[in-house]
């Protein structure tokens, strides 16, 4: 549906984790998302919302648009108490509401919201992992009933929800009971800059040997925690050399939160097996990437699946869990497993190990598949949630 076009709108944009610079999903997502947005023009007042500088390089819309909320210099424990949550979004935030007269107001679903000042209200959604049936091994119980708290606090309080995905719209709709014609889908966008596949051969094995990669491997990328199912990729990978292919499980991660019995799973296999090398250099990963014989991913419960979508970009055949966000943003261009199968993944690694055309299809496949995600479609899309909600309020 098209919208009229809305001139002259206030808009703030809640950025203050994103500006942390943390490499993980949600932050990096937000910091591409804005960057992009601040690239559209128009007569918009645009307030880009943090508590200390800006550390995000952008357009010069997003470097004039930044406004530095610090937070308050003292009575922060005692305000926490109070307000049940971090003073600076429930009530710093909520005072410049106020003063500022925002038309729409722009946050993650899963952070607190502004107790009062607010008009019209645009959240983003990025995941309900928190609230699936095996939750409770994924993350701590205290954690859970806090991201539960806000994203129902704001999904209810928004004049417009944006989900990442098709699925998480509809996990936002069956757990919150929200009508599905208030939600809108703004898939994310990968950055084609760094993730192609057109990457000098000795820069790859350059790379390849600072991070000690003697062999042939699949890699995985993101923090290990249960839901990325560590442990089944192992046992996979594990199977498929002792059938005689010799292909090494690379990953590339963080240490999340009860990461213990994954990193168990990876210290106690063979070191031609998998290896963990760590969070690697932003520089260095769509290297390890494009030097991959196939990305794997086969986690549990994925809102959208970025790392599989930069991985096709790269010109890298994916391996994939036929479940949630990655099912959906892989679609035909991937093959797709059950995450639980250690012998169906095991097979894949074969299949595309010892199939060069099967390999050349994929990365056709993937290619072009990758061409449909950008950060311009998801800044435009979201610009038209922000439209919609001041028309709609």
Same mark, same amino acid.
């Given at each position: 549906?098209?919208?009229?076009?809305?001139?002259?709108?206030?808009?703030?944009?809640?950025?203050?984790?994103?500006?942390?610079?943390?490499?993980?999903?949600?932050?990096?997502?937000?910091?591409?998302?804005?960057?992009?947005?601040?690239?559209?023009?128009?007569?918009?007042?645009?307030?880009? +919302?943090?508590?200390?500088?800006?550390?995000?390089?952008?357009?010069?819309? #997003? #470097?004039?648009?930044?406004?530095? #909320?610090?937070?308050?210099?003292?009575?922060?424990?005692?305000?926490?108490?109070?307000?049940?949550?971090?003073?600076?979004?429930?009530?710093?935030?909520?005072?410049?509401?106020?003063?500022?007269?925002?038309?729409?107001?722009?946050?993650?679903?899963?952070?607190?919201?502004?107790?009062?000042?607010?008009? /019209?209200?645009?959240?983003?959604?990025?995941?309900?992992?928190?609230?699936?049936?095996?939750?409770?091994?994924?993350?701590?119980?205290?954690?859970?009933?806090?991201?539960?708290?806000?994203?129902?606090?704001?999904?209810?309080?928004?004049?417009?929800?944006?989900?990442?995905?098709?699925?998480?719209?509809?996990?936002?709709?069956?757990?919150?009971?929200?009508?599905?014609?208030?939600? +809108?889908?703004?898939?994310?966008?990968?950055?084609?800059?760094?993730?192609?596949?057109?990457?000098?051969?000795?820069?790859?094995?350059?790379?390849?040997?600072?991070?000690?990669?003697?062999?042939?491997?699949?890699?995985?990328?993101?923090?290990?925690?249960?839901?990325?199912?560590?442990?089944? +990729?192992?046992?996979?990978?594990?199977?498929?050399?002792?059938?005689?292919?010799?292909?090494?499980?690379?990953?590339?991660?963080?240490?999340?939160?009860?990461?213990?019995?994954?990193?168990?799973?990876?210290?106690?296999?063979?070191?031609?097996?998998?290896?963990?090398?760590?969070?690697?250099?932003?520089?260095?990963?769509?290297?390890?990437?494009?030097?991959?014989? /196939?990305?794997?991913?086969?986690?549990?419960?994925?809102?959208?699946?970025?790392?599989? #979508?930069?991985?096709?970009?790269?010109?890298?055949?994916?391996?994939?869990?036929?479940?949630?966000?990655?099912?959906?943003?892989?679609?035909?261009?991937?093959?797709?497993?059950?995450?639980?199968?250690?012998?169906?993944?095991?097979?894949?690694?074969?299949?595309?190990?010892?199939?060069?055309?099967?390999?050349?299809?994929?990365?056709?496949?993937?290619?072009?598949?990758?061409?449909?995600?950008?950060?311009?479609?998801?800044?435009?899309?979201?610009?038209?949630?922000?439209?919609?909600?001041?028309?709609?309020?």
């Amino acid at each position: 549906m098209v919208w009229e076009r809305q001139a002259d709108m206030r808009v703030a944009v809640n950025i203050r984790n994103a500006n942390l610079g943390i490499p993980d999903g949600h932050g990096g997502s937000m910091r591409a998302l804005v960057r992009e947005m601040a690239k559209i023009p128009g007569d918009h007042m645009v307030e880009y +919302l943090c508590d200390a500088p800006l550390r995000l390089a952008g357009s010069e819309n #997003l #470097l004039h648009g930044a406004r530095v #909320l610090r937070p308050f210099p003292a009575g922060n424990r005692v305000l926490r108490g109070i307000l049940e949550a971090d003073p600076w979004y429930r009530l710093r935030v909520a005072i410049q509401g106020l003063l500022r007269r925002w038309d729409v107001y722009v946050q993650s679903a899963h952070e607190p919201p502004p107790s009062f000042g607010i008009g /019209a209200r645009v959240v983003i959604v990025h995941d309900l992992a928190f609230i699936h049936p095996d939750a409770q091994e994924n993350f701590d119980g205290a954690l859970i009933a806090e991201l539960d708290r806000w994203t129902a606090v704001n999904v209810h309080a928004a004049t417009i929800v944006v989900a990442v995905s098709d699925v998480v719209a509809r996990d936002v709709a069956r757990r919150y009971g929200i009508s599905p014609t208030k939600i +809108l889908t703004a898939h994310h966008g990968v950055d084609s800059k760094r993730f192609h596949p057109n990457y000098d051969a000795q820069e790859i094995a350059v790379c390849r040997r600072r991070h000690h990669i003697e062999s042939d491997y699949v890699i995985f990328v993101g923090t290990i925690q249960p839901r990325k199912n560590i442990p089944t +990729l192992v046992e996979a990978v594990t199977r498929s050399q002792s059938q005689g292919v010799g292909m090494q499980l690379v990953i590339a991660g963080a240490g999340g939160w009860k990461s213990e019995s994954s990193i168990d799973a990876i210290e106690q296999a063979d070191p031609a097996v998998a290896r963990w090398i760590g969070r690697v250099a932003e520089g260095d990963l769509p290297l390890l990437i494009a030097g991959a014989t /196939a990305f794997i991913s086969v986690a549990r419960d994925e809102g959208f699946g970025m790392p599989a #979508l930069e991985a096709m970009a790269s010109g890298v055949p994916v391996i994939a869990a036929d479940d949630a966000g990655l099912a959906e943003v892989v679609g035909e261009a991937g093959l797709l497993v059950n995450p639980e199968d250690p012998d169906a993944i095991s097979s894949a690694i074969a299949r595309l190990s010892g199939d060069q055309q099967l390999r050349s299809d994929m990365i056709s496949r993937g290619l072009k598949r990758a061409e449909a995600f950008t950060w311009k479609a998801a800044a435009h899309n979201v610009w038209g949630a922000i439209e919609r909600a001041c028309v709609s309020f």
